[in-house]
């Protein structure tokens, strides 16, 4: 008999029976998760930095590199500043975050009645809740702003955005209205940087951010609104590509803009400025000056 059968006869014979040396995986080994790749991009130099504010009336300013997300220069990062027309980005954010653009609201007369910026809207109107968010960031309408609020409820409205405030991060931010009309709506320019950047990842938000003028239509058909920016650097200047102006007395003039040339975009939050021609012509100072000192 074969040595190596005969061996295998006796082993049988008395019960042993060898394991195989596998795994349940050896067949179908497990997946290798894959690796998340975070590109981690150098922040740029800003030379010059002295003299970036010269001459600068505003009382907050905050200057960030989008792509790298680091904060260049800044002035009364973390104090706390009246926001006004500049929380309408958190309004829509969390308006398209939580609801369908789609939906009709119709416009009280509180809406319709209040003052400062405005659509023009009527009492009755039909409007689309997209159409409402135009008019919010475009001309920066406080008739949109309340219709949202009364369509939406007061408290869960503004209890959306403070949810969502904590969730991005900003620590010293607080909201009590969609408008920006309360004075207790405060932030910081650091916790604006944070919204802006934020809320300009929404398709439809950057789109109106961006718009020079647009027609809102009601869902008839029998009211249009021509408007317009009431960001100033917007319509005068090619590099400018967003983003929010606010006021009101207690804030003072308030501008967020954003320039790109070539791959480089900068980000600038401006609070509390003297005059309305100030916050645009400081917000332009700014960046000009930025763009010609930076070391990429």
């Known amino acids: 008999m074969n040595l190596l059968i005969a061996v295998s006869l006796i082993l049988s014979i008395f019960g042993y029976h060898q394991t195989p040396k596998f795994t349940a995986y050896d067949q179908n080994p497990p997946k290798t998760a894959a690796i998340e790749t975070i590109e981690v991009r150098p922040a740029p130099r800003l030379n010059n930095k002295d003299q970036l504010f010269e001459g600068i009336t505003a009382s907050g300013l905050a200057l960030t590199d989008i792509k790298s997300g680091s904060i260049l220069a800044y002035k009364n990062l973390n104090k706390n500043f009246a926001t006004a027309s500049i929380t309408k980005l958190m309004t829509a954010l969390v308006v398209l975050e939580n609801y369908d653009p ?126 317009h920016t009431t960001n100033r650097l917007l319509k005068n200047y090619p590099d400018i590509t967003g983003v929010k102006t606010g006021y009101t007395e207690e804030a003072g003039f308030c501008l967020i803009s954003s320039a790109k040339r070539g791959e480089h975009e900068l980000l600038l939050v401006l609070l509390g400025s003297q005059s309305d021609d100030a916050r645009f012509d400081e917000n332009r100072a700014i960046l000009d000056r930025a763009f010609e000192n930076i070391t990429w």
Not at 118 to 143: T, Y
Not at 197 to 220: C, F, M, N, V, W
């Open 102 to 227: 789609n939906q009709t609201v119709t416009v009280s007369y509180k809406a319709a009645s209040i003052n400062g910026s405005k659509v023009h809207l009527s009492p009755g109107e039909q409007i689309s809740v997209r159409n409402l968010i135009f008019g919010m960031l475009v001309a920066s309408g406080n008739d949109a702003a309340i219709a949202l609020e009364e369509h939406f409820g007061e408290g869960e409205l503004v209890n959306l955005m403070s949810e969502k405030a904590v969730e991005l991060g900003m620590e010293n931010t607080h909201f009590a209205d969609a408008s920006g009309l309360s004075l207790e709506n405060r932030s910081t320019p650091k916790d604006l940087t944070i919204l802006t950047k934020a809320a300009s990842k929404h398709p439809l938000i950057a789109e109106a951010l961006q718009a020079r003028e647009i027609t809102l239509t009601s869902i008839d058909g029998g009211a249009q609104h021509l408007i």
